[in-house]
């Protein structure tokens, strides 16, 4: 098992230009879930799928992000236009959610380290 | 309301002291309790989860429902366990967690 994919593992783009975070969940599971770590504000929860719908999307900060999750095997987080204050380290992680018989641990990928300048 | 509550930011101690990480939570329901670490710029990593119960690298957490915490403990520091942990709790769907405590074990 490979764990949890996310690419690219750095990430340098100049403030105004689009970013696209991919992610690729550990097979099998069917709940996927984007953070946002900075030193200031901690982990933060941006959105969660689960079976490939968004959940709920309340922690994405602005419509300037925007995440989609086309399969059970693929999910990207893209920023357009992207500002110097969304310079961060963008995690995503995966579990198994059934329902009554609960859920698996939540495993995270790498992340990606993103600097706007 | 939902919340997990890591009351500090950072925990400094000596090698071969104890060490308590305390977390506390809110919960409605019957939920289940994590623990991570996430070693200086790397993934966080699941340590502990209650109902396993086991002992991971010297570190055990007891689920305490009536006080609804779930501390972690380590009877003898070691350096290499200076990191962020982070406790965290399952609910419905998603996890909640705690705003995290950075682990500095003193020589």
């Known amino acids: 098992d490979a764990g949890v994919i996310q690419s690219p593992r750095h990430e340098v783009t100049e403030m105004g230009q689009e970013v696209t975070l991919r992610c690729k969940p550990i097979?099998?599971?069917?709940?996927l879930f984007w953070y946002r770590q900075t030193m200031m504000r901690g982990l933060e929860l941006l959105i969660y799928f689960n079976n490939n719908v968004p959940i709920d999307d309340s922690g994405m900060p602005e419509d300037r992000f925007s995440a989609k999750m086309p399969n059970a095997s693929f999910s990207t987080l893209k920023i357009q236009p992207s500002e110097p204050r969304d310079s961060a380290v963008y995690f995503c992680?995966?579990?198994?959610w059934g329902g009554g018989q609960g859920r698996s641990p939540l495993h995270f990928g790498n992340g990606t380290r993103l600097t706007v300048t | 309301a939902q919340r997990v509550t890591q009351p500090e930011k950072l925990l400094s101690v000596f090698k071969g002291a104890p060490v308590e990480l305390k977390c506390n939570y809110s919960?409605?329901?019957?939920?289940?309790l994590f623990w991570y670490v996430q070693y200086s710029r790397q993934r966080l990593q699941l340590l502990l989860r209650h109902i396993s119960r086991e002992s991971i690298k010297g570190f055990t957490a007891d689920l305490n429902k009536g006080e609804t915490s779930f501390h972690l403990k380590k009877p003898f520091a070691q350096e290499e366990d200076s990191a962020m942990y982070y406790c965290a709790l399952s609910g419905t769907y998603k996890y909640i967690f705690g705003t995290g405590t950075r682990l500095k074990v003193l020589a």
């Open positions: 919960y409605s329901g019957s939920p289940e």
């Open positions: 992680a995966s579990s198994f």
């Open positions: 097979s099998g599971h069917n709940s």
